[in-house]
């Protein structure tokens, strides 16, 4: 068959397009990794630089373990350039660990601007007067200055009893904790498993692949336990303690699913999020975000989890501005682009900082706008 009748055979099987295609890459074996394909968008819009916030805000989700001993006019100066007029450490570790933090604080004169969550160890459960001493540290830390609570994911996931036992965190050893903080006003930020696709298959399907190449230890075996048990009995935890204030790190691991995170909160009124490590999940959904902001402005906080001064003016902007189709700082975390959420400045006031003061009493409110 002359070459002729062969192009006319393919035409007609295939179409002009797969002809095109074949004579284009006739030969070629050219193929590029999806972690190598970043191509810069060719898309004008109007851009918005953010250096700081529009209100001054808390970050009720930030890591400061060497506090005690931390620069902290350093801390401040950076701070002010971002326009955060209080950071809350959810690293006070307890005790005189604690102590000295607060104390570095006040030398500094900081008392205003630096607040500190305690944080308790459950791997001595199993001694009989574990619950009483561990309350004693929360009083003892409360007097010193600890505003509240941080649970770490390690606590109800990967802590053992003596037997070698997950300890869940419902074990009702811990019941008198939940009900100290509830009495001392202090409320618990808990963070709680991962995000659903580190328990899922390592494949093409997982939109977390890039992640979990760029970091395989962050990738769960299923086995021990699912994501779904860590998750419901966090849930439990909040029905059972209804008295005591729960702030679910990281939007509970929902910001993917507002419809259902807003189902959450109806029923369970002592529960509030914070939005650290996951502005990327509410950046490519700004109507349904605009949405849920809408409806709970007064549940959600402002956080940021890892302290990164040159991150924040992402926040910022998906927060405040209209800009679109802009990328997340780290690819591995979001390969797809962001929009601006424009929230009106009622809500944006109580996102930085009212829905914060009315948890922490303590923080002082005239520093803020009204």
């Known amino acids: 068959m002359s070459m002729f009748k062969k ?28 972690e190598a394909y970043d191509p810069p968008s060719d898309l004008v819009t109007p851009s ?34 971002m326009n955060m007029q209080v950071v809350n450490n959810l ?17 500094y004169g ?34 010193n200055g600890a505003c509240g609570l941080k649970i770490y994911k390690s606590q109800g ?32 930020l808990i963070h709680s498993a991962d995000p659903k696709q580190f328990w899922e298959p390592f494949d093409s399907l997982n939109e977390r692949w890039l992640e979990l190449k760029t970091h395989p230890n962050r990738k769960r075996d299923p086995g021990p336990f699912t994501w779904e048990q860590i998750i419901s009995e966090q849930h439990d ?35 509030y999020v914070e939005i650290g490590a996951v502005i990327s999940e509410l950046g490519r959904q700004p109507r349904m975000a605009n949405k849920f902001f ?13 302290y990164q001064p040159d991150e ?23 390969f797809w682009k962001m929009y601006g959420l424009a929230l009106p400045d009622h809500i944006l006031k109580k996102v930085y900082y009212k829905n914060a003061l009315s948890l922490l009493p303590n923080i002082d409110a005239s520093q803020f706008p009204k």
């Open 237 to 271: 935890l909040f029905r059972q303690n209804p008295k005591t204030k729960f702030i679910a790190a990281h939007m509970a691991w929902f910001p993917n699913d507002l419809a259902k995170l807003g189902k959450l909160l109806d029923e369970m009124p002592n529960v």
């Open 312 to 334: 924040y003016p992402t926040y910022f902007r998906v927060l405040e501005s209209d800009d679109e189709y802009f990328p997340y700082y780290k690819r591995y975390h979001a």
């Open 294 to 306: 809408e409806k709970y402005q007064d549940r959600v906080l402002f956080g940021k989890d890892s």
């Open 110 to 143: 900081y008392e205003k601007r630096v607040t500190i969550f305690t944080n308790i160890e459950l791997r001595s459960i199993d001694d009989p007067e574990w619950a009483a001493n561990t309350v004693k540290q929360i009083e003892f830390d409360h007097s």
């Open 157 to 188: 996931m990967d802590n053992k009893d003596a037997a070698g036992n997950r300890i869940k965190i419902t074990d009702p050893r811990i019941k008198p904790i939940w009900d100290k903080c509830a009495e001392l006003n202090m409320p618990i």
């Open 7 to 34: 192009m006319a055979l393919f035409v007609f099987l295939f179409g002009v397009p797969a002809l095109v295609f074949s004579q284009n890459n006739e030969g070629s074996s050219a193929k590029m990794d999806f």
């Open 48 to 81: 918005t630089e953010y250096t700081k916030s529009k209100f001054p805000f808390i970050d009720i989700h930030s890591h400061h373990w060497q506090m005690a001993n931390q620069d902290l006019d350093k801390l401040l100066s950076e701070m002010n350039a």
């Open 91 to 107: 690293s006070g570790r307890g005790g005189a660990a604690l102590k000295s933090m607060m104390d570095n604080v006040k030398k």
